[in-house]
């Protein structure tokens, strides 16, 4: 547990495999071409209404007919588009790319017509390339982000006067030019990288979700096939029992063919064997509907330790109660399995000789605290447990269960047993040799309801 939480626990490789790819999140380097279209209509129609009330509402001097001819190159490009034969409704890569890179160019050449980098409007070369940042690979974006850069640089080193009233002109002092220069420069820079940092956290946290839920699904599905086995063991037991009578009065009665006594006595033979099956099935301890399932505090302890047992470092379990409360009947939560066989697998990777696990009580929570006597938790990982993909040792290095983790396991653990209603704490030992989890639960979110009484 000291150094990181890295994967899950011993299927982890359940995290980067998904039943149903639709649960995954988009990848990068995809972009909806409707999006795309709607943009520059957008961008478009903004266009063309400042340039009109700069000419007609302003009188200021424009040239008109380039500035509209640069929009009308814009539209074009759209309704082409939207009218070619089999278009794509996603772009993939450079297609979408060079899509984003028209819009740069097309943009810079209106600026060019209107003043430059002294139009205020300048600053929307910042767009694309936020775009760009949000959605495509870097390659692409760095591409994008280039091209942004030299449409800017071209703007302030061959400047065009600024539109203004007749017979006047308006000049910037040369610095303040260079100020408006480094600006945007660092406005693409800033902003695009700012973007591809937000856009690929939400991927990866969006992913670590993903895979949270289709952990907690499967975990689900086990628990749920346990209550299909006892009530299949129940209802074949009738069947069964007239095949078995059956059977027998077949025997009986075939004492002059040895052919059907033999398969009558077969028949006898494998109808005791399916009951010795159910009957098996019945009395699993696992069995029965997951929101009902009533155990104590150490067999559920017992059962997520299970797993680990033998992996090197022993695991004791304790139960302790507070002075005068009664010990808990608590239900089997998928979730509260699955977390805690995390963390006690994690603490069995850094564990040096033993990890103890303790469960304690009072009249208003339970807490289970999970502590191993390794070298303690690195003051950086410490410091973003919690999060997904935070792990010291990739690809499972060093790990006894020999399992690869991507650094889920603790966001996983964390997910996992809020669902139900726990709270987490973790830290290093006050001697600094081990590390501790502990969790907590109000006594009513885990407690089985008492026997008999009505639950809604």
């Not at 980098?117 to 929307?124: A, E, K, R, T, Y």
């Not at 938790?377 to 997904?388: M, T, W």
Request: with cysteine.
């Amino acid at each position: 547990m000291g150094g990181a939480y890295r994967g899950v626990t011993a299927d982890s490789q359940d995290v980067s495999i998904f039943s149903d790819p639709a649960s995954l999140p988009a990848p990068r380097g995809r972009l909806r071409a409707s999006t795309l279209m709607s943009l520059r209509w957008l961008g478009l129609a903004g266009q063309l209404v400042a340039v009109l009330l700069t000419a007609f509402m302003l009188d200021f001097e424009i040239r008109l007919g380039w500035a509209l001819g640069v929009i009308g190159a814009g539209a074009w490009m759209n309704l082409a588009l939207m009218l070619r034969p089999n278009p794509r409704p996603v772009l993939e890569g450079w297609g979408a790319a060079a899509q984003l890179s028209f819009d740069v160019i097309q943009l810079g050449a209106l600026l060019g017509l209107t003043g430059g980098l002294d139009n205020p409007f300048s600053l929307l070369l910042i767009a694309p390339v936020t775009i760009a940042a949000a959605a495509l690979p870097t390659r692409q974006t760095m591409t994008i982000g280039g091209l942004a850069l030299l449409v800017a640089s071209i703007l302030f080193f061959v400047p065009e006067p600024l539109p203004w009233r007749g017979g006047e002109t308006f000049a910037l002092p040369p610095l303040y030019r260079l100020g408006v220069w480094i600006a945007v420069m660092a406005g693409v820079l800033f902003t695009a990288g700012y973007a591809w940092r937000t856009a690929n956290e939400a991927r990866r946290m969006a992913l670590a979700l993903a895979a949270t839920d289709a952990i907690l699904a499967r975990e689900q599905r086990l628990a749920a096939m346990g209550g299909l086995a006892a009530a299949a063991a129940h209802e074949l037991g009738t069947p069964l029992a007239t095949i078995q009578i059956v059977a027998r009065e077949l025997l009986r009665n075939a004492k002059g063919d040895a052919a059907l006594a033999e398969d009558a006595a077969l028949l006898v033979q494998q109808a005791e064997r399916c009951r010795d099956i159910l009957k098996a099935l019945s009395q699993r301890s696992d069995t029965g509907e997951v929101a009902d399932a009533r155990l104590s505090l150490k067999l559920l302890l017992n059962e997520c330790a299970e797993p680990h047992r033998g992996a090197g470092p022993r695991i004791e379990i304790a139960v302790e109660g507070a002075i005068g409360a009664t010990e808990p009947e608590v239900r089997r939560l998928p979730e509260a399995v699955r977390a805690i066989s995390t963390l006690i697998e994690n603490a069995t990777d850094f564990a040096v000789f033993e990890v103890r696990v303790t469960a304690r009580y009072d009249d208003r929570t339970v807490r289970v605290e999970v502590r191993d006597d390794g070298p303690g938790f690195a003051s950086d990982v410490l410091a973003r447990l919690g999060e997904p993909y935070v792990t010291s040792r990739p690809l499972g290095e060093g790990s006894r269960t020999g399992h690869q983790g991507m650094g889920l396991g603790f966001f996983i653990a964390k997910t996992l047993l809020e669902k139900t209603g726990a709270s987490l704490t973790f830290g290093n030992l006050r001697n600094k040799e081990g590390a501790q989890v502990t969790v907590t639960w109000p006594r009513e979110a885990i407690e089985a309801p008492q026997q008999g009484a009505t639950t809604i």
